[in-house]
Each structure stands twice: as structure tokens, then as C-alpha cells.
């Protein structure tokens, strides 16, 4: 059977449960369908690039799913209908990935970081510039082309 990675954007102002019950809903259409979801992930809130059905936010949730592609076109027609889901994407893939998503991946490097922490970026800004001598040199080096325009003249 072909394999997928399934994304859900679900509206803002449901809750995390809603959400959670809304991807077991999904789920269970799949496997009435003759396929099966492996790992699902809850991505959680997070801000959209632009505004959807009036929402600027959305709940991310991630299936990947082992279905035929019957079952695929009746979930994604079942989703069409739902007023809770805002956007889908379907991607046909060669093989599942294993373990964490590159999201939660990401998400779990921020957390262990911590805020303040600024990475292997180090601390960006060096230390004071003392920007006289420049301002110096420039009102030195005018000062010598007026007398030497002057000693042309």
C-alpha cells in the first residue's frame, strides 16, 4: 500500500482535547477504510504565514498513515466537510520516517537550549568602538585637499 504524511491544520479556537479527538476521528476513518496510521504527533499552536478562514493560528497534527488510496480520497472528503479543519496536506512518500518529526526535533533543540541561551552564536556584539580617530582622519584628510586645491589656484 502507498505510504503518506498526512498535516491537519485544525482552527485556533478549539482546544488541545478537541484536537486529539478530531485526529482519533481521522484515524478511525482510515482504518474503516482497510489502512493503518503509525506515528501521529501533535504539533500544537502555532502562527500561520497568513490568514485562513480568519484565523491566524492553527493546530498542527502530523499522520503517517499506510492506506490505500480510497481510503485517502474518502479522508481527505470527510475533512472537506469538517467545520474544525482549515487545511490539509497529503504527501505520498517512499518510506516513513522513524522517530521524531523535523518539528518536534526542532522544537526539542529550543527547549533544551533554554531561552536565554543564545546557541553557538556567541555573544554578537564586540566590544565599544572608539570612532573618534576615524572622525579625525576624514576632517584631517579635508582639511589637506582644500590646501592643496588652494596652492593650485
Known sequence: MPLYEHVVLARQDIS???VDTLV????????????????TENWGLKSIAY???KNRKAHYAL?????P??????????????QDI?????IRVDELEEGPSAQMRRSDDRDSRGRGDRGDRGDRRGPPRDRG????????SKRD???TSKEDA
Do not use: P, Y
Not at 63 to 67: G, L, R, S, T
Open 51 to 53: 490568514r485562513i478562514k
Open 24 to 39: 482519533d476521528e481521522l484515524k478511525k476513518i482510515v482504518e474503516d477504510n482497510g489502512g493503518s496510521v503509525g506515528k
Open 63 to 67: 499522520m503517517n498513515i499506510d492506506a
Open 145 to 147: 585637499d582644500r590646501e
Open 16 to 18: 488541545g482535547q478537541q
Open 86 to 90: 482549515i487545511r490539509v496536506l497529503t
Open 69 to 82: 488510496i480510497e481510503a485517502m480520497t474518502e479522508l481527505e472528503r470527510q475533512e472537506r466537510l469538517h
Open 133 to 140: 580617530d576615524r572622525d579625525r582622519d576624514r576632517s584631517e
